[in-house]
């Protein structure tokens, strides 16, 4: 089995910029789909598409490291996307030129691919670090036919260590930061529950390390909550929540 990185969230910016230059690419690509993928030069980096909501990191490694190692994989949360990183350029070619001539499935549904513009996914400056990570998680809750609360949340991730602050987000679905005392805890609920429904069938968690090292809770209420203040005010008219980057 191949030893690969996973991402911890990158700056905003590089980030969109990676997203916006696989985006326009392929947009460009699908008005000519049967030379697309002769369009871009071989390039180490490999840009999926067409994932399931569900997918996490570990089904683009069991999939595709039959081609070559892997080094590094970046999801692209909503997207049904993702950018895979070979140690080698030969193994990308070997990924590309399978998928073009016979189904590649990852986990369950068929997933297509071509050379990424990028030669190199852009990592944040710590990710090369094979100890690095953060004891802030980002959950992105996929498929949310039931409400999230932080009761809920706390009730799933605290027992793989003591959640200390949770703060709930709904700009794009449903996202939240759990934190935790300190990185080991972190990555065992990552590892424990990426991928993992918190109800059967739906509430799928999807699992990243967030960019914040320490959230700072002003309310306690439904979509935030700090578990080392309990007396916290209950009720207010103002958005209380902060991030501490």
């Not at 392929?26 to 993928?37: A, I, N, R, V, W």
């Not at 706390?154 to 260590?161: A, D, E, M, R, S």
């Not at 203040?229 to 929540?241: D, H």
Request: proline share 6%; glycine share 4%.
């Amino acid at each position: 089995m191949s030893a690969y990185s996973v991402n911890p969230k990158p700056t905003l910016t590089l980030l969109l910029n990676e997203w916006m230059n696989e985006y326009c690419v392929f947009s460009l690509c699908s008005q000519d789909s049967g030379s697309e993928t002769h369009r871009i030069a071989p390039s180490p980096v490999v840009h999926v598409r067409g994932l399931c909501e569900s997918v996490v990191e570990a089904d683009l490694v069991e999939a595709l490291e039959k081609f070559g190692n892997i080094c590094y994989v970046m999801m692209m949360p909503f997207k049904r996307q993702a950018l895979v990183e070979f140690e080698e350029v030969q193994s990308a070619d070997r990924c590309v030129a399978c998928g073009s001539q016979e189904p590649v499935y990852i986990a369950g549904q068929q997933a297509y691919f071509n050379y990424s513009t990028s030669k190199r996914i852009t990592r944040p400056t710590n990710a090369d670090d094979p100890n690095s990570g953060n004891k802030v998680l980002l959950l992105s809750i996929q498929n949310p036919l039931y409400p999230i609360t932080t009761d809920v949340l706390y009730t799933v991730c605290n027992p793989i260590g003591n959640v200390l602050r949770i703060v709930i987000f709904k700009r794009n679905g449903i996202q939240a930061m759990v934190e935790y005392p300190s990185d080991d805890n972190a990555q065992k609920a990552k590892a424990a529950l990426n991928g993992a429904d918190i109800y059967a069938g739906c509430c799928t968690l999807k699992i990243e390390y967030a960019r914040p090292s320490r959230l700072n809770v002003i309310r306690n209420d439904n979509d935030s909550w700090d578990y080392t203040k309990p007396f916290l005010l209950r009720r207010g008219t103002r958005e209380c929540v902060c991030v501490c980057v």
